[in-house]
């Protein structure tokens, strides 16, 4: 668009405006309506008055493009052109218009918009109506002319009018801010530039994200040039402040932030600035991965908390805050992201020794652009100091020799590191001929039984961050709401292998785990366990012999402790038999021990292996009898053990009817009165429908050897029942489960029944999914009723 520069006489839009002069002598915040006109030549065209815009509370959406008609004016030189340039003459063009950061541009360009018109020619942008033909425009001066945009409606006049003043005025910001002199200036201009965004009519996300990004990218650029002092630094956080309240802080805003809780902890900004501004982050973000300098921005703002005087009591106060005083929790997205931020602290304080044995890049480097191969600190050395030669040849050829020790030493700025690693009698120091490649310490340390002890010493800083983190771990462990979401979050064990080598961290951690142990809910307590096979759980590494156990079992034996008279952890795991012969196979030894010493809950572990047979071996036995019958309870309880067997035998002795029908209404300690008065062991077809029967019949129908048909119709039996009778009653051929409360948890439990040809599983919760997979587990299934049921 090429405008003519001269400025003959005045057209009637500019009453005797001067083209040339501009608004860069302004403060950058001015009144967003335009100036009442004084009175002067109105030439050319019927009288016109600029409107006035009053603040009648009306909001808009940022304008980013749209459809309006334009028209452009050049400044008249003759009396002929101002006729051509009047209002009865002039052409409109159609043309889509797009605010772009720099520019006012069509996506036709051609006509009078052939070239775009930047923000920076645009000298004055005024609101215009006329009296006898009120059209709805806009008048944008430009040097040698006027752009005139006509509207639909008088809302959309106003939209554009708003939209290009915040445009035009964020362009000048930038350009202001991106070159600071004096800082006393640069704080003035942040303050107006904070205003402008609070003042503005326009609703958008970035009318308050775009200064905060202007003042993000200016910190960013000064932090490289300039200190700042500590009041520069405060003045600015308060200055912004008020745009913080609804948008998170941008990356180096962040760092800016991180820096002033780090080096002014005590400042009271971090409480009254910052405080308002964690809280929002915790309740509403959603991926600290796409951002994760919020993150780093949250986690330093909770170690500047911990050193104010009350430490960990302002901490619990903010956690507190975070909760609400309600049992329940309203915002969903705070433990995920407290956890997230507390996972990361902790991953921080072993940081450096991880990236001396991987070489994988820091946090800091990721931070700031990871460095090239060759620019990072080669491995820091993992020396394994040899023992004597002497001694290893003894140890090699001398089987009597009871133990060598050796010791592994690691050395960084921040981390020291000592294993003693206690060879049995029968191991032998295996160390490949000409191979130099150093042992790898932690995988050592997590699959050997005979890594013993492990001492890590982290630097003062790394100690106090580690204390903060999972003091906070075992503050969220302490709301009920919490847990569940806790323990699920916690299930994968999400810490480095590093912390679960430190005592320190793992004896801490101990009261997160035993908060989950003595929870009554089993999607808390069943989190113990390990996320998938083959690999450890919480119950794993607390166990006898764990590389968390500190405490000769204690809180291992709490994990399996009795509710009442029925295991807690073993109640929630249905695969009851499977559990045993896992700790059969791996921790028979430390339970033997237990029981040895008085332990209750042992106790009855060794009773339950006797039961089921989980122990083949003879000798074994009899060693598992023996520890029983040395204390009064083991005695005493081995003795009730007998006595079922007994009466299990019989029980199912053969004998007695082969098809029986229990009466309607009759309950549990029915069934168990009706099968202890006899001999069971022919005992083929069994029906208990419309009786009152749960669940905890169960226990008495594994007993019977030969239950070939079972008929639950309108009973109250459930899931855990099904469970159960699945890994029992392998040989049962027809199940009936209509009109009973059992759901897919339960009825998945069936795949395992290979001998079943006849399933009723009319009117249950069944899924249209689980039914496709018993189908294809159970290939002797011919009828099925599935009636009144998703997959019907």
Request: hydrophobic share 35%.
């Amino acid at each position: 668009m090429d405008f003519d520069s001269s400025s003959g006489g005045g057209a009637d839009l500019h009453n005797n405006h001067n083209p040339h002069q501009t608004d860069e002598s302004k403060p950058l915040l001015g009144e967003m309506s335009a100036p009442t006109p004084p009175d002067g030549n109105k030439m050319g065209a019927a009288p016109c008055r600029r409107a006035l815009l009053h603040c009648n509370g009306m909001r808009y959406k940022l304008l980013q493009e749209g459809d309006i008609q334009v028209c452009v004016i050049k400044h008249p030189r003759t009396f002929l052109s101002k006729i051509l340039t009047s209002k009865f003459l002039r052409r409109w063009e159609p043309h889509h218009l797009t605010l772009t950061d720099t520019s006012l541009a069509s996506a036709t360009p051609t006509g009078y918009m052939e070239n775009s018109v930047s923000y920076s020619s645009i000298e004055d942008i005024q609101l215009l109506s006329w009296e006898n033909a009120p059209k709805y425009c806009l008048q944008l001066t430009v040097p040698g002319g006027t752009v005139l945009l006509q509207a639909a409606n008088s809302y959309l006049r106003d939209q554009w009018f708003h939209s290009l003043q915040w445009k035009k005025k964020i362009y000048k910001y930038k350009k202001v801010l991106s070159n600071p002199s004096r800082w006393e200036v640069v704080l003035k201009e942040i303050r107006t530039l904070v205003d402008m965004a609070l003042t503005s009519p326009l609703q958008d996300d970035s009318i308050h994200q775009a200064p905060l990004e202007i003042v993000s990218k200016l910190l960013s650029e000064v932090r490289k040039n300039i200190n700042l002092t500590t009041q520069e630094h405060e003045n600015i956080i308060v200055a912004i402040a008020p745009l913080l309240e609804n948008n998170h802080p941008p990356p180096d805003l962040c760092e800016f932030f991180c820096k002033h809780c780090r080096e002014r902890p005590r400042s009271m900004v971090v409480i009254e600035v910052f405080t308002p501004v964690v809280q929002r982050i915790l309740k509403h973000n959603m991926d600290f991965g796409k951002c994760p300098r919020l993150r780093l921005f949250t986690q330093e703002y909770i170690l500047a908390l911990n050193e104010l005087n009350a430490g960990m009591e302002v901490v619990k106060k903010f956690i507190q805050s975070m909760h609400g005083q309600t049992g329940h929790c309203p915002h969903p997205r705070v433990l995920p992201n407290l956890v997230a931020v507390c996972l990361a602290a902790i991953y921080s304080c072993y940081e450096e020794y991880i990236n001396s044995r991987d070489n994988s890049p820091s946090l800091k480097e990721i931070r700031n652009g990871c460095q090239q191969q060759c620019d990072r600190k080669p491995n820091l050395p993992l020396r394994l100091l040899r023992a004597n030669p002497d001694l290893v040849s003894q140890e090699v050829t001398s089987p009597t020799e009871p133990r060598i020790k050796s010791v592994v030493i690691v050395n960084s700025s921040e981390i020291h590191v000592e294993l003693k690693h206690n060879n049995t009698a029968n191991q032998k120091l295996k160390s490949p001929a000409g191979n130099e490649s150093e042992p790898n310490l932690i995988d050592c340390l997590l699959v050997s039984p005979a890594c013993s002890t492990m001492n890590i010493e982290l630097s003062p800083q790394a100690d106090r961050v580690l204390v903060c983190y999972v003091e906070i771990l075992k503050m969220l462990s302490d709301y009920d709401d919490w847990r569940p979401a806790l323990a699920s979050l916690l299930q994968p064990i999400p810490f480095p292998k590093e912390a679960l080598a430190h005592e320190k961290f793992t004896k801490e951690l101990k009261y997160v785990i035993q908060r989950f142990a003595e929870d009554p809910r089993q999607e808390v307590h069943s989190c113990l366990l390990s996320v998938r096979a083959g690999k450890d759980g919480w119950f794993q590494l607390y166990s006898p012999g764990g590389v968390a156990c500190d405490d000769d079992g204690e809180l291992f034996a709490s994990m399996v402790r009795v509710c009442n008279n029925v295991h807690i952890l073993m109640g929630s795991c249905y695969k009851t038999k499977k559990f045993l012969l896992s700790l059969a196979e791996n921790k028979l030894g430390p339970c033997m021990l237990l029981a040895l010493r008085g332990n209750q809950t042992m106790v009855e572990i060794l009773c339950l292996m006797l039961e089921y047979n989980i122990i083949e071996n003879n000798d074994t036995q009899l060693q598992i009898i023996s520890t029983l019958e040395s204390t009064d309870v083991g005695k005493k309880m081995y003795e009730q053990l007998c006595d079922r067997q007994r009466e299990l035998k019989e029980l199912q002795r053969k004998g007695g009817p082969t098809r029986l029908t229990l009466p309607s209404k009759s309950t549990d300690a029915d069934l168990t009165r009706l099968l202890s008065s006899g001999s069971f062991g022919n005992l083929e077809n069994l029906s208990l429908a419309f009786t009152n029967v749960t669940s905890a019949c169960a226990e008495q129908l594994i007993k019977l050897p030969s239950l070939k048909q079972l008929n639950l119709w309108s009973t109250q039996f459930g899931d855990a029942g099904l469970r159960l009778l699945s890994e029992h009653l392998t040989s049962l051929q027809v199940l009936n489960l209509c009109e009973t409360p059992v759901t897919d948890a339960g009825l998945l439990a069936l795949s395992s029944m290979k001998s079943l040809c006849s399933l009723n599983m009319n009117s249950t919760k069944l899924s249209a999914d689980t039914y496709e997979d018993l189908k294809a587990k159970l290939p002797n299934l011919k009828e099925v009723d599935v009636r009144y049921t998703e997959a019907w």
